[in-house]
């Protein structure tokens, strides 16, 4: 076997490959499961198991290699039953290579719709799992930066799966416990005034988002929901978070009373960790029975419009990593874009199964997709006519007026 390495070691070096390169030939490379600007993840099968690997391509991260070697320095250290575990890394003479746990239990609010019953006692103990992950991290001196659901993700397809925080790849390890960050950062409405305003931010972030996420699992809906940036920004600033009767009546005040106190406008009148993890709602005392299942259900059906849009604009960042390859003979990038995006939330399967492969094989843009972009046109459509309304409006008012004068 050594003797075996060593041959493979001296033909990577003769194709100018660095000697890491060898641990490729572990792994069998699967579906896409996102992209990004700098590269690529794909599931795969290693040598003990299903995992996730990360594909940065050198040239996007070129004069900034410091943030992928930030990463795995970070991903090496973290050791938490609620974070998402660091497997092996390795390199080729184009792209980084990290491989990391792969979740295979589905997302928070996906999972949450297949049970029969899920309660505010329920919340409380999910929001505890994700927030004693956080608290780890900034006891580590780590900020997360983009806590939202979709980052959220059962280990397993098991009843007593652990629930797992996902996606370090705009976390920071911070120098110093008070250093502040000034790059953006995070998901919008995620992402906490400070983040927004340019202001300067540390680990404070991560707690806003969790008063947004605890917010959105208890009623289905979140508590921002402005459209654009600077809407967002003031409707965020002034946090008037309002518990709407209909959908907050039967919550306990024990939960109304850990929300506001995660949705502070100002970052040093926020709740730590540490406050936050020994507020009792978190024990399940006060939480009530009540069923948040139709409210989460109603919230996924939103979501599920916005996946399509956003695996319309997989495709597009799949495609355009795949023409920024410097080695197209060994490309990890898949070379239908659309079939891989397609394939990036597939159906949920039995444990431990991948998801069927579409009858035919390669097929056109899913009906997700064509659904997604029809209504968008639709929309845009009605904004149009909207606008031109508001605009006709506004012409007879000044015609009118210019008459009376």
Same mark, same amino acid.
């Given at each position: 076997?050594?003797?075996?390495?060593?041959?493979s070691?001296?033909?990577?070096?003769?194709?100018?490959?660095p000697?890491s390169?060898?641990?490729k030939?572990?792994?069998?490379?699967?579906?896409?499961?996102g992209a990004?600007?700098?590269g690529?993840?794909?599931e795969?099968?290693?040598?003990?198991?299903?995992v996730?690997?990360?594909?940065?391509?050198k040239k996007?991260?070129?004069?900034?290699?410091?943030?992928?070697?930030?990463?795995l320095?970070?991903?090496?250290?973290?050791?938490?039953?609620?974070i998402?575990?660091?497997?092996?890394?390795?390199?080729?003479?184009?792209?980084?290579?990290?491989?990391?746990?792969?979740?295979?239990?589905?997302?928070?609010f996906?999972?949450?719709?297949?049970?029969?019953?899920?309660?505010?006692?329920?919340?409380? *103990?999910?929001i505890?799992q994700?927030?004693?992950?956080?608290?780890?991290?900034?006891?580590?001196?780590?900020?997360?930066?983009?806590?939202?659901?979709?980052?959220l993700l059962?280990?397993?397809?098991?009843?007593?799966?652990?629930?797992v925080?996902?996606?370090?790849?705009?976390?920071?390890?911070?120098?110093?416990?008070?250093?502040v960050?000034?790059?953006?950062?995070?998901?919008?409405?995620?992402?906490?005034?400070?983040?927004?305003?340019?202001?300067?931010?540390?680990?404070?972030?991560?707690?806003?988002?969790?008063?947004?996420?605890?917010?959105?699992?208890l009623?289905g809906?979140?508590?921002?929901?402005?459209e654009?940036?600077?809407d967002?920004?003031d409707?965020?600033?002034?946090?008037?978070?309002?518990?709407?009767?209909?959908?907050?009546?039967?919550?306990?005040?024990?939960a109304?009373?850990?929300?506001?106190?995660?949705?502070q406008p100002?970052?040093?009148?926020r709740?730590?960790?540490?406050?936050?993890?020994?507020?009792?709602?978190l024990?399940?005392?006060?939480?009530t029975?009540?069923?948040?299942?139709?409210?989460?259900?109603?919230?996924?059906?939103k979501?599920?419009?916005?996946?399509?849009?956003e695996?319309?604009?997989?495709?597009?960042?799949i495609?355009?990593?795949?023409m *920024?390859?410097d080695?197209?003979?060994?490309?990890?990038?898949p070379?239908?874009?659309t079939?891989?995006?397609?394939?990036?939330?597939?159906?949920?399967?039995?444990?431990?199964?991948p998801?069927?492969?579409?009858?035919?094989?390669k097929?056109?843009?899913s009906?997700?997709?064509?659904?997604?972009?029809?209504r968008?046109?639709?929309?845009?459509?009605?904004?149009?006519?909207?606008?031109?309304?508001?605009?006709?409006?506004?012409?007879?008012?000044?015609?009118?007026?210019?008459?009376?004068?």
């Amino acid at each position: 076997m050594n003797f075996l390495r060593k041959v493979s070691n001296m033909l990577n070096r003769l194709h100018g490959q660095p000697d890491s390169y060898d641990k490729k030939s572990r792994y069998r490379f699967g579906r896409t499961l996102g992209a990004g600007t700098y590269g690529i993840v794909r599931e795969a099968e290693g040598p003990d198991g299903r995992v996730a690997v990360k594909i940065i391509l050198k040239k996007n991260v070129r004069g900034n290699e410091q943030m992928v070697l930030d990463e795995l320095d970070m991903l090496q250290r973290l050791k938490h039953a609620h974070i998402v575990k660091f497997v092996d890394w390795f390199e080729s003479r184009d792209k980084y290579y990290i491989v990391t746990e792969l979740a295979t239990g589905g997302e928070l609010f996906d999972r949450i719709c297949e049970q029969g019953k899920f309660t505010e006692k329920d919340a409380s *103990q999910t929001i505890k799992q994700v927030l004693g992950a956080v608290d780890y991290l900034h006891k580590n001196n780590v900020v997360h930066r983009d806590l939202k659901p979709e980052n959220l993700l059962y280990l397993t397809k098991a009843a007593d799966s652990d629930l797992v925080l996902a996606d370090f790849g705009i976390a920071k390890m911070l120098d110093t416990k008070d250093e502040v960050l000034t790059t953006m950062a995070g998901s919008f409405g995620y992402a906490a005034p400070e983040v927004m305003l340019k202001q300067g931010h540390g680990k404070a972030v991560d707690m806003w988002s969790l008063g947004v996420i605890t917010y959105t699992l208890l009623c289905g809906y979140s508590p921002f929901r402005a459209e654009n940036l600077q809407d967002l920004i003031d409707e965020c600033s002034n946090a008037q978070v309002v518990f709407h009767d209909r959908y907050w009546k039967d919550v306990s005040d024990d939960a109304k009373e850990f929300i506001l106190g995660l949705l502070q406008p100002r970052p040093e009148e926020r709740w730590s960790s540490a406050e936050a993890l020994a507020h009792p709602w978190l024990r399940g005392e006060s939480a009530t029975d009540h069923n948040l299942l139709p409210e989460i259900k109603a919230y996924l059906t939103k979501a599920r419009l916005r996946r399509g849009i956003e695996m319309v604009k997989l495709a597009n960042r799949i495609e355009a990593l795949k023409m *920024q390859e410097d080695d197209p003979e060994n490309s990890d990038v898949p070379t239908d874009a659309t079939l891989a995006a397609d394939q990036s939330h597939p159906p949920y399967s039995p444990v431990g199964e991948p998801a069927a492969e579409p009858a035919g094989g390669k097929r056109s843009l899913s009906k997700t997709i064509k659904g997604a972009i029809f209504r968008e046109v639709v929309l845009a459509k009605v904004r149009e006519m909207k606008e031109q309304e508001q605009t006709l409006k506004v012409t007879e008012a000044a015609s009118a007026d210019t008459k009376s004068k």
